[in-house]
């Protein structure tokens, strides 16, 4: 067997353990007396926020009624879909049940919820129970609004060179098989990002680059016509990464075409429209196209009292929060958590992973009656692929800044080492988040 140098035994060893290490160390709360209480919490959603929390509450308090309200049983690392869609990963390696991860003694009631109403402190069900709460924690995630896309069929994910991976984990892994049959011919490559907020907004970047690489690999890169879509007038929102990823992507051939949104697609024909802010339409022909639908809060939320009234979310329907103790700003006893909250950026399991200390620390000090002792400074994270064994460690706060968490990784530079985080770390930090850990 040839050895390993130095460097890299350096860099696969023990270097490469220090962001899960430090985030299976970040276990504060277990130190702390419990708080005696007998509020009853109620957490909506069952995402790595909602269970996180859960379990976070579970340890700090003695005596409180715990209940998850979400009617689904499969807990999917949504992180993990990008590696899936691009043939990196079995699509098994993402699908896990949420029933493992759940605290002992919460109460589950599997169901949806259909009503908030938090002038009465209560939430009524699809199946019509009634549940009040002392205390709320929004973590519903967002809306996939595909309908809002003229011609497009989610059940057509797959075929005709048709991929979206964020529909479910099967359209995952019908996106890699799309991807796989085109990157053995080329041809024209289409792909988009809409023009509203979105969860994990590198993921449209990170299959980009990867729908490149591919093509490279099978020596079809130059045979391609590739061009973006932006429903924005960037790729990305922090300038510094805008610029990166434009060079990238013109290093790569992929042309860029901004204020652009998808709003009809003709499957079997294989041509999407694009609009402009104007009105102008352009058609594009495809043999691979990549879909992005538009996002939004969930409906219950968008027509509930929690959603912005008035503002730049109030169009989406994002739960009203301050962004700086998440926290509801006309509900006090009501908090949000993940891809739902109306923040300038933050949905991201990063951007959970450090809302959730902050969400459980503040609803306790207010079941204390004390003011909230925390500020969240917007972190968001994300490993951006650029291609296979490279990566870049992507770190920002809500005004863009560079919050770099490993001081040997340049922000604006690829590795290997941010590869390996986001290859074969970064699953078993996210299980230590689900289960209140980190």
Known sequence: ???????????????????????????????????????????????????????????????????????????????????????????????????????????????????????????????????????????????????????????????NGLGSVYHSIDAASATWTAMDAFRKTGGRAVANMPHTPMKCAGAPIKMA?????????????????????????????????????????????????????????????????????????TQADYDFIHVVPPMSAPTVVRNSPLAWQEGPFAGGGWLEVDEKTLRHRRFPNVFGLGDVNGTRRGKTAATV???????????????????????FNGYTSCPLITREGSALLVEFDYDGNFVPSIPFIDPMKESYFAWVMKHRMLLPAYRAVLHGRA
């Open 353 to 375: 992973k450090a809302g959730v200390p902050i969400v459980v620390t503040h609803l306790i000090e207010a079941i204390n009656g004390q003011e909230n002792s925390l500020q």
């Open 209 to 281: 680059f990867m729908l490149a690489d591919r093509l490279r690999q099978a020596g079809k890169l130059e045979q391609t016509d590739f061009t973006f879509y932006s429903g924005l007038g960037t790729v990305f929102g922090v300038p510094a990464y805008n610029q990166f990823i434009l060079k990238r992507f013109e290093t790569l051939g992929v042309e860029v075409e901004l204020n652009q949104r998808l709003t009809s697609i003709d499957i079997g024909s294989r041509r999407a429209t694009f609009v402009s802010p104007e009105g102008e339409k």
């Open 1 to 159: 067997m040839k050895p390993v140098d130095a460097s890299r035994r350096f860099w696969l060893g023990g270097v490469a353990t220090l962001p899960l290490a430090a985030a299976l160390s970040t276990t504060s709360a277990p130190a702390q007396a419990r708080v005696r209480t007998n509020a009853h919490i109620v957490i909506v959603g069952s995402g790595l926020g909602g269970i996180a929390s859960a379990n976070r509450l579970s340890r700090q308090l003695d005596g409180a009624r715990i209940t998850i309200v979400d009617k689904r049983e499969a807990h999917f690392y949504q992180p993990g879909w990008t590696l899936v869609a691009s043939g990196l990963w079995p699509a098994a390696k993402t699908v896990d049940s949420n029933a493992r991860y759940h605290p002992a003694g919460v109460e589950w009631v599997k169901d949806n919820v259909a009503e908030f109403d938090p002038v009465a402190n209560a939430i009524v069900t699809e199946g019509g129970q009634r549940i009040g709460y002392d205390f709320l924690i929004v973590a519903t995630g967002c809306q996939l609004n595909y309908s809002a896309i003229e011609g497009m069929d989610t059940s057509a994910i797959g075929q």
